[in-house]
């Protein structure tokens, strides 16, 4: 079909001008190309563009758009008919407008993340709490504590809390009333232990006036082995006590044995009773009493 308005023939059977996108009239198409005649033109035929036509379509357009932009006879059809592609250049404007909402969404952090964020704070600020002395416990607490041990006798407990009071609370009101208390208490516990060295020195001269009088478990309060367990209980790990309580040990346990091989089984179950007095649950002399003991029954 010959363009009624550049007189170029387009041979495709397009609806609109290759070289000029002017709508052809339907009435003009024609089958047979070489008979083609042009009734009544609308307007003077002009000189054909030659320019030559870009047929490959442009990135991001379709094919029917490759030619260029479409004219403005086009773009009114095309908003008539309802079948025509957006404008790019309009869309710009409207993807301009959205951007900024889109941009706000993905700068929003996660709520996961601010949960974590937070605990995190959380665990720091306990943290620090924990480490400044002062901060997490009270002072009138902290003393309250002190003066209950202190009221029970529980002296060495009682000092490590108003030291710990004095290093927390220096500028405390009760503060020279904790000092005070140290400074009692170092007194308190410097008599006792005097008191306790001079108690042991005592019993330990007993031990040894019972033991040469061989007072070893008789008379009954009055004997080497009382004697030695109380210093014991004073002293746990006192020397001449432990050594006293061996000996005596040793000289009933040689008795008993020399009673045995004697047949005097009455004489060595006395002596590894008395054994037991001093080891009540000694395996080796419950085991040796119980032989002595068969021993006599088999004899009887």
């Known amino acids: 079909m010959v363009c009624p308005k550049c007189g ?33 033109p609308l307007r003077q035929a ?58 706000s969404s993905r700068r929003k952090p996660p709520l996961y993340l601010v949960i974590a964020t937070i605990t995190l704070l959380a665990i720091l600020a306990a943290g620090v709490l924990m480490l400044r002395p002062g901060e997490g416990a009270s002072a009138s607490a902290l003393f309250a504590e002190a003066e209950t041990q202190y009221n029970s006798r529980n002296y060495l407990a009682s000092m490590a809390i108003y030291q710990k ?48 009088k061989q007072r070893f478990l008789v008379p009954e309060g009055r004997n080497v082995i009382t004697y030695t367990a109380e210093v014991l209980q004073l002293d746990p790990t006192n020397a001449d006590a432990l050594e006293m309580q061996a000996l005596v040990i040793n000289y009933y346990e040689e008795k008993a044995e020399a009673a045995r091989e004697k047949r005097h089984y009455n004489t060595a179950i006395q002596n590894y009773r008395n054994m037991l007095k001093i080891l009540p649950n000694d395996q080796k002399t419950l085991k040796k009493l119980e032989a ?9």
């Open 8 to 40: 170029v023939s387009n041979n495709d059977h397009s609806w609109r001008c290759r070289s000029c996108y002017t709508i052809l009239r339907e009435s003009a198409v024609s089958t047979d190309y070489s008979d083609l005649i042009v009734q009544s």
């Open 165 to 212: 009071f004095s290093l927390q609370f220096p500028e405390d009101h009760l503060a020279p009333i904790a000092h005070n208390r140290v400074a009692e208490i170092k007194t308190i516990l410097a008599e006792a232990q005097r008191q306790k060295t001079e108690r042991v020195a005592s019993l330990l001269q007993d031990a040894r006036s019972a033991f040469r």
């Open 292 to 300: 002595v003991v068969q021993m006599s029954i088999a004899r009887e």
């Open 46 to 103: 002009q000189q054909p563009n030659l320019t030559p036509v870009d047929t490959a379509p442009a990135p991001g357009r379709s094919s029917r758009h490759a030619g260029g932009y479409p004219s403005s006879d086009e773009e009114a059809v095309s908003s008539r008919t309802g079948n025509g592609h957006p404008d790019p250049r309009s869309n710009g404007a409207a993807m301009g407008q959205n951007q900024p909402a889109e941009t």
